[in-house]
């Protein structure tokens, strides 16, 4: 059993963008948390007390147009799928987000610009253990052509997402992926969100998408890619779907000892997943520690610390 600790920010980070989408502008600033906080969004700039909401499966509202997190009052922060993969990709466990609006930035479409402001604030080491969720036997959704599941895996955390679009331009693409933060930074943070053209101007004209440009979102017609800086890896789209599942799982609240393998997925079949593991208890277990061996350039990568664990606006299938 490999003991590690749990981390959390050294100090604050900020970023500004805009919403997806509304299009209005939004700061986002990520700090240091206690032991135990996990992932904490403050959502300011409402009338009347700022409102926190824990970064829990529970507190997922909806998962159609992004994956949106609230309590009983209503929804508070939307989009928080790229700062949830930046956050658990490079193995932070605790941390604060301050939102000033209703949506995280949008950024470039990936969680890049997220890694960077935690390289900004840095990692600390904390002096509690690290706990985590071991998937201890296979949950399985199937929702029409869509499936995802989980299953045990003794060495970490791994996602395997496939894809298959009748775009042709997008077609079938594939990529698995052992997760650990510096593979996560050169494979990973810097796939986009996707979409296309199609798609995109029907949300326009629903009102929504409203800050989505080629600034940010990899679109696509009938025959090309449409953005003329091209992709930044060939299985872009693909990466993405990874990026998103890495994600959405930080909603489990720990990292996973596990693997994760989506067919034709998004946000909605992710968080369908996940409830459907925490709902039976013989399906997984909190441990301390873990029982893997990490890479040593996973811990190299962030001050000897190893750790590890969504599509943007645009719905389960497009992202």
């Known amino acids: 059993m490999k003991f590690s600790r749990q981390t959390t920010l050294r100090s604050q980070a900020t970023v500004t963008g805009v919403g997806v989408h509304s299009g209005a502008p939004v700061s986002l600033t990520m700090g240091p948390a206690p032991i135990d906080a996990g992932i904490v969004f403050l959502r300011t700039g409402l009338d009347g007390a700022d409102r926190e909401v824990q970064a829990a499966f529970g507190s997922v509202i909806a998962t ?4 949106v997190l609230g309590d009983r009052n209503g929804p508070l922060v939307s989009t928080a799928e790229h700062v949830l993969a930046a956050l658990r990709g490079m193995g932070v466990d605790n941390a604060l987000i301050e939102v000033d609006g209703p949506e995280v930035p949008i950024m470039d479409g990936s969680a890049a610009p997220f890694v960077a402001a935690i390289d900004q604030a840095g990692i600390v080491n904390q002096s509690a253990p690290r706990r985590y969720i071991q998937v201890l036997k296979p949950v399985q959704v199937t929702m029409g052509a869509s499936m995802g599941e989980l299953r045990p895996n003794s060495s970490g955390f791994r996602v395997e997402a496939e894809i298959d679009f009748t775009n042709p331009v997008i077609g079938r693409q594939a990529y698995h992926f052992e ?3 510096e593979r996560f930074r050169r494979e990973i943070a810097r796939a986009r969100t996707f979409g296309c053209m199609s798609d995109v101007s029907r949300l326009w004209s629903a009102g929504f998408a409203l800050g989505s440009s080629f600034d940010n979102t990899l679109v696509f017609d ?3 890619l449409l953005n003329p800086e091209g992709l930044r890896y060939a299985d872009e789209c693909a990466r993405h779907k990874v990026l998103d599942a890495i994600g959405d799982l930080a909603l489990a609240g720990l990292p996973m ?8 997925g998004g946000h ?4 369908a997943v996940l409830t459907a ?7 997984w277990r909190v441990v301390e520690g873990e029982t893997v061996r990490r890479p040593r350039v996973a811990a190299e990568a962030v001050g000897g610390m190893v750790g590890g664990m969504v599509a943007p606006a645009y719905g389960p299938d497009v992202s």
Do not use: C, F, I, Q
């Open 64 to 67: 159609e147009l992004a994956t």
């Open 277 to 283: 593991l925490m709902a039976d208890r013989t399906a």
């Open 222 to 224: 009938e025959d090309r």
């Open 257 to 264: 000892l596990g693997t994760y393998r989506s067919v034709r």
């Open 268 to 271: 909605k079949l992710n968080h």
């Open 179 to 181: 997760l650990n933060p």
